[in-house]
């Protein structure tokens, strides 16, 4: 059954690759860090985009059917526990939650390295905007969020193999080609939104963000 449109599955996989290539361009990239500013710029649009579509997009991309109460999201996680943890459409009430975590600390990410600065070659865009004391703080910050991206992916990563490996799910194969085999009760009909839109969402946010860069 078809559960993924082509831009969740697409954004998904440029995301994976965007921050792999950031974490690779600080630390073997140019010393203006160029490349890890263009791959920022890039991962807020594509990110930003994400979250819009998770408004008007797709059934099983949107809001409203992943993210469920906290209350919803840790009976699932007991359900898991006593292994009678029921299987949805899209992702699952503790999932949905992960994903929004997820976009939110990969936004705060790349906005904190808008004003960052390393005090010799490298800065932030927007950092001559703001006072010193403020580019030391996002810098300070934009290291602590990371860390803390790692840990989330780490979690991300724990879940997708227990539900791949364990439940024995095709969560993996449904990010390549959109369809899962073993639903239980859909929460609702699937409805696909056409990929010129989030094209359209794509541009829109491209083009904002380069005038506030501009």
């Known amino acids: 059954m078809k559960v993924w449109d082509s831009f969740v599955r697409l954004s998904h996989w440029l995301v994976v690759l965007l921050v792999i290539s950031a974490w690779l361009s600080a630390n073997f990239g140019d010393a203006e860090f160029k490349w890890h500013s263009f791959n ?38 007991r359900g898991l526990i006593k292994n009678n943890a029921p299987e949805y459409l899209g992702h699952n009430p503790a999932g949905g939650w992960m994903v929004l975590l997820l976009w939110l600390i990969l936004l705060s990410q790349v906005i904190t390295g808008l004003f960052s600065s390393d005090d010799i070659l490298a800065e932030g865009p927007l950092s001559y905007r703001v006072s010193s004391r403020l580019v030391s703080l996002m810098t300070g910050w934009h290291h602590l969020i990371f860390d803390i991206l790692l ?8 879940a997708v193999f227990y539900h791949q ?9 449904a990010m390549f080609n959109g369809k899962k085999t073993n639903i239980g009760k859909p929460i609702r009909p699937l409805i696909t939104k056409p990929f010129y839109r989030a094209m359209l969402i794509l541009g829109v946010v491209s083009f904002s963000f380069w005038m506030i860069l501009s």
């Not at 490996?165 to 194969?173: A, D, F, N, S």
């Open 40 to 77: 920022g710029y890039v991962l807020f649009v594509l990110v930003l985009s994400r979250v819009i579509w998770a408004v008007v997009g797709s059934t099983t991309a949107r809001f409203s059917h992943f993210l469920k109460s906290p209350v919803e999201a840790i009976a699932y996680l």
């Open 151 to 158: 840990v989330f992916v780490a979690l991300h990563l724990i």
């Open 165 to 173: 490996v364990i439940k024995r799910e095709k969560l993996i194969q």
